[in-house]
Each structure stands twice: as C-alpha cells, then as structure tokens.
C-alpha cells in the first residue's frame, strides 16, 4: 500500500468513459508525474484526487483513508493552479495565509509559516504586494508558498508552468526540483511537457485517451518505452521508428533495412529472442541520439553498427547537429556533434548503437520483450 493509492478508478460522462482503470501507488515523498496529450485525462484524475472531481468506480486512498466523497477541504491536500488563482484585492501575506485562517490556525502559527514558507522562496520581500504588482514568476511562487504553509500530506500541481515563458519556465523547474529535494513532500504533478515529466519526477504515468500507457521511472519510460505511443510521445526529437524485417545470419537476427537508394542493410540485434521473429516484419526504435558519427559513437559500447547512407538535411542548434537520412522510406533523424562534418547530398559512414534499440510489433504497437 502507498501513501496515495489510486486503486482501479474509472471516470464517465454520461455514457463516455474519460478514465479507464488507473491503478498508480504513490510513495511518501515521491514526485510522480502525470503527463499526456491535451484530453488524455490527466487534469481529470488530478481533479479526482483533490475532490473537485467524482469518481465514476474505484478508489482513491490518502495515507490509508478512502477519500471517495470526502469533500476536499477534508482530504489535507493542497493545489497549485495553472492559473495561479490569486485574489486579487489581498496582499501576498494574506493570499499565502487565507487557507490556514480558514482553517482556524491561530495568528502567531500563521505568521511563522508564512516567514519560514516566504524565505525558501525568496519571496519575503512581496509579502505586502497585491497580486497585480508582481511578474508571473513571482506569481507562480505565492502559489506555490499558498499550498506549501498548509504542510499538506500531498501536493497537487496542475501545469503549473505553462503559462511562463521559456526562461521562466526553467528556472521555475529548478526551483520545484530543488523544493522537492529539500521537503521530501509528495507530489502528483501534471504536465503535457515531456522535458517537465522527465526532469521533475522520481516516476513518471504515461497517459493517452483515459489509459496510463506505461509506468516507471524516467529511464525505464525512455530507454524501455512499453509501446509506440510511448516511444513517440517521450523524448525530443522522438524515437525513430524504422520497419524492417528480422533476418537471422550465423544464429544472431538481424533488422534489414533499406537504404536511400532502396539497397538492403543489416544491422545486428542485441535482443536475441528476436531470433524467433525470423522472416516477421517489426518496427525498429531508435532513439536521434544513438545513431551519430564514428567519432561521437559511446565508447564504452560494444555493439555500434556502421550503417552507410546519405544525408538528405543537417540542422545545426547549436550544441548539436540534427541530421536526417531516409531508413526504409522513412525519415530518420541522428543527433551529431556540433562539429561533425557532414553536408546534404554526401554519402556517410553513421554509427549506430544497437544496445540502445529496441523492437515493437506492428500489429499490437507493443514492445517486444527481452
């Protein structure tokens, strides 16, 4: 049992099911993330575990109580909006406070949470601001201050940065981030930003139309993506996935692929078992970052494959080199360094780290496991 245990919850409007069957056990100080394309019912579940939300079926557990049906000023959660929800005719002192008055905290139990909550942030100097007076960083951390003097068992954050600018939206991480490491405070935070889930989380729930698609930790969701849609949802520039045929040579199977020119290549799998998929079509996944040039191939791997082709487009982005060649009538995209010297047009030796590809089934989308 979890400290937060989302146990078998279905949500439906009407006749239309929005959630289906989440089951997600939420550790003490854990920083999950629920991150999806817009409508994949993220916000929904979020709603459902604050209590603005009802639950269809299942059940959601805080620390070993059922909360279905416990109104949310009962369930000792606190909220970060996206729309930071402030009022605006008090002063940031008194919009941090608003809920432990509501509460009936006594005024001296008040004033020492807000100084304590106030310095972590670094916002002390607002106290005595209205809302419309400060920048939207400075917004996001009243807050964030409003739901940390509550001392709540869980923290909810719904996209709370997606209303910053690209700086601000990476310095707010970073704070967050920080806060987490320091509190140890549990959090259920949603977000559509994959480089958000990435970064934040000790665990990420992958979700697309109303069903978590995988759940695991950042690596597991980006080195093992369970099915296509992970895959290609996770990670920027996403997976390329290239079909091919498994061919077997000397007991070791292979991906046969195709080159620009339509000429056969093989590449030699490190999942073995694929050796029972000889003459089956698959989907090869490999992530931009592990096809490269001889030069910047992962030393310390044994399995880099040389694959010749030619380059159709280089993107330089500055600390990177984007490059993009055709792999059986597809665009695939490898990551270079900046340095690397390759232009359209020329025929090129790229280096291809089989250990980090994985396989899918083309009929179910799933991966294939080891």
Known sequence: ?????????????????????????????????????SGCGKSTLLNMIAGLEGITGGEISIKGRVVNGVHPSKRN???????????????VGQNM???????????????????????????????DRKPGQLSGGQRQRVAMGRALVRDPDVFLFDEPLSNLDAKLRVDMRTEIKKLHQKLKTTIVYVTHDQIEAMTLSTRIAVMNKGHVQQLGTPKEIYDA??????????????MNIVPAKVVVEGGIPHAQVT???GRPLLLALEQR??????????????????????????????????????????????ADTFVTMTLSGKDVIARMRADASVAPGQ???????????????PQTEERIAP
């Not at 959660?77 to 002063?91: D, E, G, K, R």
Request: no cysteine; aromatic share 8%; proline share 6%.
């Open 1 to 37: 049992m979890g400290f937060l245990d989302i146990s078998n919850v279905t949500k439906s409007y009407g006749s239309v099911q929005v959630l289906h069957r989440v089951d997600i056990e939420v550790q003490e100080g854990e920083f999950l993330v629920l991150v999806g394309p």
């Open 77 to 91: 959660i606190a909220m970060v909006f996206q729309s930071y929800a402030l009022y605006p005719n008090m002063t």
């Open 97 to 127: 406070t608003f809920g432990l008055e509501m509460h009936g905290v006594p005024k001296p139990e008040r004033d020492k949470a807000l100084a304590e909550v106030a310095r972590l942030l670094q916002i002390d100097h607002l106290l």
């Open 225 to 238: 993506p369970a099915n296509l849609f992970v895959a290609t949802f996770m990670g920027s520039p996403a």
């Open 259 to 261: 080159d620009a020119e």
């Open 273 to 318: 078992n694929l050796a029972g998929w000889a003459g089956r079509d698959i989907l090869l996944g490999i992530r931009p970052e592990a096809i490269t040039d001889p030069e910047g191939a992962d030393r310390n791997s044994g399995s880099i494959r040389a694959l010749p082709n030619l380059v159709t487009v280089t993107e330089p982005a500055g």
């Open 347 to 361: 025929r090129f030796d790229f280096a291809v780290n089989m250990e980090k590809a994985v396989a899918f089934d």
